[in-house]
Every structure is written in C-alpha cells, then in structure tokens.
C-alpha cells in the first residue's frame, strides 16, 4: 500500500507535471500554466499548478488537489491507480499493510544471514526461523529488526537492535547433545 504522505514529500508536482505526465507548462509568476490534455481544451490557462504548494486547479472541470489527483486527472485514473503508479517511478517505499487481524506482513527485505545477526545470538537458521534479520533499507535501516509477535503468533511491529552486545538472558544458544 502506498504511503500517500510519503509520496506527496518524496516528489514534487512540477517534476510529475513535467516529466512524467510530459505536460507544456508556461511559468506565470509563483505558477505554471498549461492546457488540460484531460479537458481537451486549447485554452493555453485551463490547468493552474502552484509549486510551492503542491497543488493544482483544472478551470475547466472544476477540479484540483495534490499531484496523486493531478496524475489520476490527466491519466484518467483512479487515485489509488495513481499513487501505485508514482511509488513505482519514483521508488517511493509502500507501507506495510495490515491484515484483517490487525498483524503486519513480515519484512521480506531482512536478511537474516547477517554478520549482525550472529554478532546478537542469531545465527542463520535461528534468525530464520523467527524471522531476525538485518534491514539494509526501509525504516529499520541499519539494524537488526526483531519481530513482536502476540500469544497467537500475529506480527504486530519490530524492534530494530544497532549494537551487537545483547543480554546473555536474550540468547539463544544452541542445545547440548
């Protein structure tokens, strides 16, 4: 899922009204002035863009808000549609979303074979298997994020550990046989 807050402070409008919907915009003051290719008008001022508040305003339709509704505007998409379609260009990181239940989806970029892993207790097979791993991206970046689970088994977040010296009680050592 796409985090629009996210996205709307990742990108600017003037750069998806120029490059990625390729629209002729003519700079007027603190604005950008252009046709509407929705509208099909030739009315060289139909579509208002304000950079400097991420905004715009079709006078033809009637219609305006952020650059999500400004891509669904011009592409005749929904918003949804739009915001997909901006994270995937702009490599804007998505949400985790939450299930039914109320769990999280696990980090399927954690690598659980990390050098940081095994500096904390966790070798490879035991950081596996409770889903350990090093985040080499994301908001976890740079640490070893730790799943919290319920009494169910439900993810319900992480907690990223960024120095390898851990309680001897937090280890898991390995059985004696």
């Known amino acids: 899922m796409v985090d629009f807050q996210q996205l709307k402070l990742s990108v600017g409008i003037e750069e998806v009204a120029r490059n990625f919907l390729e629209l002729s915009l003519i700079p007027y003051e603190d604005t950008l002035r252009g046709k509407c290719p929705t509208c099909g008008t030739d009315d060289p001022r139909a579509l208002l863009i304000t950079p400097g508040k991420g905004l715009w305003y079709c006078f033809t339709k009637k219609v305006g808000g952020d650059l999500i509704a400004l891509v669904?505007?011009?592409?005749?998409?929904?918003?949804?549609?739009?915001?997909?379609?901006?994270?995937?260009?702009?490599?804007?990181?998505?949400k985790q979303e939450q299930k039914t239940d109320g769990a999280l989806e696990p980090l399927n970029y954690l690598e659980p074979a990390h050098e940081q892993c095994a500096a904390l207790g966790f070798p490879e097979p035991v950081a596996t298997l409770v889903g350990v791993g090093y985040a080499s991206k994301g908001m976890m970046r740079g640490t070893v994020a730790v799943p919290i689970r319920l009494p169910n088994g439900s993810l319900i977040g992480y907690i990223g550990i960024t120095e390898a010296k851990v309680p001897k009680s937090w280890r898991i050592e390995p059985c004696q046989s």
């Open 72 to 94: 669904a505007h011009v592409s005749k998409i929904s918003q949804r549609e739009s915001a997909e379609s901006l994270a995937n260009v702009y490599m804007v990181e998505k």
